[in-house]
């Protein structure tokens, strides 16, 4: 089967790296399901219940790694696949798609983080150096928990004393603690603010997926700077891919979740205060 190069693209992107499929499947179904509850109620009968979205899954049968006329042998994506189920590693797939045109649709489809959950490949009589495969990845939803702490300022309503608890007393409502003795509020005695942030802390100005920044600069296609380029000049961007190994590793849309492209890191600037 002859290798036919594509604006099209299906993205993996993980701590090996990123590979794109070198051929694009027949089918791509992504499902989107839920853990709705059907109940039967007294004098009302059959009512659903709504509940939280299940995991997205994706998945491809029947792929094909082709060992010739491919500019990536078949054993780089195997051994990416492999290492990232091995390695119980979060990868992020990214669809970019293109029509025949080159014009860009469904840009508002960025892809998602997932795992690795079946990956099973196979050679075939007669197709010496072609390598078969079916794969499956499933959403991942971070879990990490959060950092609470407790911070005093006066900014916060400092002025507002009358029937306003004590820091000490507010401290235990807050953490569940009790005790037998509370001490009167006073005017002078600071408010506090309840901080949620992250446990893994980013350096400031750090490009990272998710971040807001400020691009100037060319955005491309494609990471490799295929097809044609349009330039940006302070417009506000969300990056929402990063390939470190690209010469335009960093994809980014609009706020809305608009396409815009692949741009250099160089070009991009963090917004920090957003």
Do not use: H
């Amino acid at each position: 089967m002859p290798y036919i190069r594509t604006y099209y693209g299906l993205y993996f992107s993980g701590s090996g790296g990123v590979v794109r499929l070198p051929i694009n499947p027949e089918k791509l179904p992504i499902t989107y399901d839920n853990d709705n509850k059907e109940y039967n109620v007294l004098g009302i009968g059959p009512i659903m219940v709504p509940r939280t979205p299940k995991l997205a899954v994706g998945s491809i049968s029947g792929g094909l790694l082709p060992g010739r006329g491919g500019d990536v042998p078949p054993e780089t994506y195997i051994d990416f696949f492999r290492a990232a189920m091995a390695n119980m590693e979060v990868v992020v797939f990214t669809p970019v798609r293109f029509y025949e045109t080159g014009e860009p649709f469904a840009s508002s489809d960025v892809g998602f983080e997932c795992l690795i959950t079946e990956f099973v490949y196979e050679e075939r009589g007669g197709e010496t150096g072609d390598f078969y495969y079916d794969l499956t990845w499933t959403e991942f939803r971070d879990y990490t928990p959060q950092r609470m702490q407790v911070a005093s300022g006066g900014g916060y309503g400092a002025s507002d004393s009358a029937g306003a608890a004590s820091a000490s007393t507010r401290a235990r409502m807050l953490t569940g603690a009790s005790s037998s003795v509370q001490q009167p509020a006073t005017a002078s005695q600071d408010t506090l603010r309840l901080l949620v942030e992250p446990s893994r802390a980013i350096p400031q100005g750090q490009l990272y997926s998710g971040a807001y920044a400020v691009a100037n600069g060319a955005a491309y296609q494609t990471s490799q700077r295929g097809g044609s380029a349009q330039q940006l000049s302070g417009q506000l961007v969300r990056v929402q891919r990063i390939d470190n190994t690209a010469p335009s590793g960093a994809f980014v849309t609009t706020e809305a979740g608009e396409y815009i492209g692949w741009m250099e890191a160089e070009a991009l600037q963090v917004v920090d205060d957003r």
